[in-house]
């Protein structure tokens, strides 16, 4: 069974970068599609980001592209979130997962193996 640790969260001013990271340990890394979801505060979760198991496709939320980037390194069994231009909208915690059904990429549903997550404030 996949164990993810996201890290990589903190505060930041409006404008500011951070990149998250997410650290797989057991399973073969490189036989899943990755995604990124955050929950803001007082809502439901959603998608950021995804990524397929070599890094050929990406997928972005329409609110983080141009801003977001996923990437992946499976010799560290790692994958990425490099965010930039921060806004204070992005607020929220922010989780990894598995993908465990491609059809569903933007859906929760479409995940298991969640982390436990990191936070990230962005401040006006």
């Known amino acids: 069974q996949v164990q993810l640790v996201e890290s990589g969260g903190g505060l930041v001013q409006a404008g500011g970068s951070l990149r998250l990271s997410c650290a797989a340990s057991?399973?073969?890394?490189?036989?899943?599609?990755m995604g990124w979801f955050r929950q803001p505060p007082g809502k439901e979760r959603e998608f950021v980001s995804a990524?397929?198991?070599?890094?050929?496709?990406?997928y972005y939320a329409d609110s983080v592209k141009g801003r977001f980037s996923i990437s992946r390194d499976n010799d560290k069994n790692t994958v990425y979130l490099q965010m930039n231009s921060l806004k204070p909208e992005d607020t929220a915690v922010y989780y990894c997962?598995?993908?465990?059904?491609?059809?569903?990429?933007?859906?929760?549903?479409?995940?298991?193996?969640w982390g436990q997550g990191t936070q990230v404030t962005v401040s006006s």
């Open positions: 997962a598995v993908v465990i059904r491609p059809a569903l990429v933007q859906d929760p549903s479409g995940y298991d193996y």
């Open positions: 057991r399973g073969t890394f490189s036989s899943y599609g």
């Open positions: 990524i397929t198991r070599i890094g050929g496709n990406t």
